[in-house]
């Protein structure tokens, strides 16, 4: 069983994840800390040293590799991750289920604003102004995560409602 979950940061794509494999007895795979393992640097050292498109460019290539290389898995993705190139095409190709954990921008702006330190796009941004780039950054990703073959709303939802929310979809 491959179980893809997509959503904005901060939208426990992780939690939700790891919770979910454990009770599937499924390997977890959370897409960021795969990056960081086989390019022996940090996210926020990826996008500093490299670049946003260097990171983009390996986030595609090892999105594809560890799909087609694991027969179960539940992979957690980066926030951007459905947004470029066929990343898209890639996680319906390769999985079973795509689920986008959907939060609305108050939920995401009061955890983003509780740990901006390790996201490289938000970490300088001042927490004023977190509401309006979480507002045009969500609208400008929405199409993207609305291609998962589930959206589950999240807001108010503890994350074991969330994981059975997934399961229930995943017998169906
Ligand atoms: C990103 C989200 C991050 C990480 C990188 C870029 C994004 O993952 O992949 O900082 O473009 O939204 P999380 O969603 O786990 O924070």
Redesign the pocket.
């Known amino acids: 069983m491959k179980v893809v979950l997509v ?5 426990g ?2 939690t939700v994840g790891q919770l979910l494999a454990k009770v599937l007895d499924a390997p977890f795979v ?3 800390d795969y ?1 960081e393992e086989e390019m022996g640097m940090s ?2 050292e990826l ?1 500093s040293k490299k670049g946003e498109i260097f ?1 983009r460019k390996t ?1 595609f290539q090892l999105l594809g590799k560890v799909l087609e290389e694991s027969k179960d898995i539940i992979l ?6 459905p ?1 470029y190139g066929n990343n898209m095409q890639t996680i319906s190709k390769n999985s079973n289920l795509s689920v986008y954990l959907h939060l609305s921008i108050p939920s995401l702006v009061d955890r983003i604003s509780r740990e901006k330190d ?4 938000v970490k300088n941004l001042k927490d004023e102004n977190l509401p309006e780039f979480i507002g045009k ?1 969500l609208f400008e ?1 929405r199409s993207y995560y609305a291609q998962a073959d589930v959206t589950i709303n999240c807001d108010g939802k503890s994350i074991e409602e969330v994981v059975t929310e997934i399961q229930s979809h995943y017998s169906k």
Do not use: Q
């Open positions: 959503g904005y940061m901060a939208s794509k992780s959370d897409l960021d990056i996210i926020g996008f990171f986030e957690a993705t980066g926030g951007g991750t947004c390790k996201r490289p796009l950054h990703r």
